[in-house]
């Protein structure tokens, strides 16, 4: 299970809007907490498996990330993170001038890193079998299991979040696994619906984090 603080519950924001969702959550007394993903990089383009490569955002991603930063162009901030790589780093600079946390990167590929799905079924059918099945705990050689990808961004999340109070959003740019496992895990569901969570480049997901002890 998560290493989630026993006292601080934290819910999603089933909105589409943040803009309109946020002040609700924080005349609640919570810290509105935005969850972005990165832009489109030409690993996404060629669903290769990128996890830790360093990755830039290509044409579509700059676009996107331009995009992303007009539609919260209004929205007041209390702070930005972004995860170390280099496409979180952009997105998160088309916004402001973020703050980088190493803890947010992907999750390790290990000796995945970089492969497309029919290398990685010839090379490693069994670890494309295990990830197909449930992906939680499935061992990739060299990287790490989908929940060690999940504590550590939950702990790296809970640590940025103690520096807050409830008011304007905080914003955080990362990916789709680390900060999806999150996500899965806030809403009680299990790690393994990863591979179904819809979340497209540059979108976005609010979750609404107690700070009451």
Do not use: F
């Not at 331009?66 to 209004?74: G, I, V």
């Not at 929205?75 to 496409?87: I, Q």
């Not at 001038?97 to 059918?125: F, N, S």
């Not at 069994?126 to 550590?152: H, S």
Request: contains cysteine; hydrophobic residues 40%; proline residues 8%.
């Amino acid at each position: 299970m998560a290493a989630m603080p026993q006292h601080t519950p934290i819910e999603v924001v089933e909105s589409v809007d943040p803009m309109s969702s946020w002040r609700e959550v924080a005349d609640g007394g919570r810290l509105p907490v935005l969850l972005v993903r990165h832009g489109r990089t030409a690993a996404n383009a060629r669903r290769r498996l990128a996890g830790r490569l360093d990755d830039p955002l290509d044409a579509t991603g700059r676009a996107q990330a331009l995009a992303l930063a007009e539609r919260l162009a209004s929205l007041p901030r209390a702070g930005l993170y972004a995860s170390t790589l280099l496409r979180a780093r952009q997105t998160a600079e088309a916004l402001g001038a973020p703050v980088l946390d190493p803890e947010l990167q992907e999750m390790d590929h290990g000796e995945l890193e970089g492969m497309e799905g029919a290398d990685v079924a010839v090379r490693y059918p069994e670890v494309l079998e295990a990830w197909g099945n449930d992906p939680t705990d499935a061992l990739i050689p060299g990287g790490e299991t989908l929940r060690q990808c999940r504590d550590r961004t939950l702990t790296a999340l809970t640590r940025l979040v103690a520096s807050h109070q409830p008011g304007p959003p905080i914003v955080v740019v990362g990916h789709k696994l680390s900060l999806g496992s999150v996500l899965l895990t806030v809403r009680g569901e299990p790690m393994r619906r990863i591979h179904s969570l819809p979340w497209d480049n540059t979108g976005t997901y609010l979750l609404a984090w107690s700070m009451s002890a």
